[in-house]
């Protein structure tokens, strides 16, 4: 079992930066990706942002050069830098941790509000 808690969200004008934190507990020695979605009103949930045990990233076509995601095994916390944020990124965010490589968690969500 993998307990996932989301915090740093909020309301931001456009320009802004925000960073999201995900702080796991539980048997964490046995997640291996972690990742960041979204989900706006009326959409579907997307992926934002992934990252391996080892480090490896990707990022969706629209957060590229905006986003960081970052990982702190040692404080067993994933984060998710959000710098230039438009409206068009306002969302619930949701943190995804992959358990012994098949079973996902997933964290509450955070909300994020982007003005204009």
């Known amino acids: 079992q993998v307990q996932l808690v989301e915090s740093g969200g909020g309301l931001v004008q456009a320009g802004g930066s925000l960073r999201l934190s995900c702080a796991a507990s539980?048997?964490?020695?046995?997640?291996?990706?972690m990742s960041w979605y979204r989900q706006a009103p009326g959409k579907q949930r997307e992926l934002v942002a992934a990252?391996?045990?080892?480090?490896?990233?990707n990022y969706a076509e629209s957060v590229k050069g905006r986003f960081t995601i970052s990982r702190d095994n040692a404080k067993n916390t994933m984060y998710l830098q959000m710098n230039s944020l438009k409206p068009e990124d306002t969302g619930v965010y949701y943190c995804?941790?992959?358990?012994?490589?098949?079973?996902?968690?997933w964290g509450p969500g955070a909300q994020v509000t982007v003005s204009s």
């Open positions: 995804k941790a992959v358990w012994s490589g098949y079973q996902s968690y």
């Open positions: 539980g048997s964490i020695f046995r997640i291996t990706t």
């Open positions: 990252i391996t045990s080892g480090g490896s990233t």
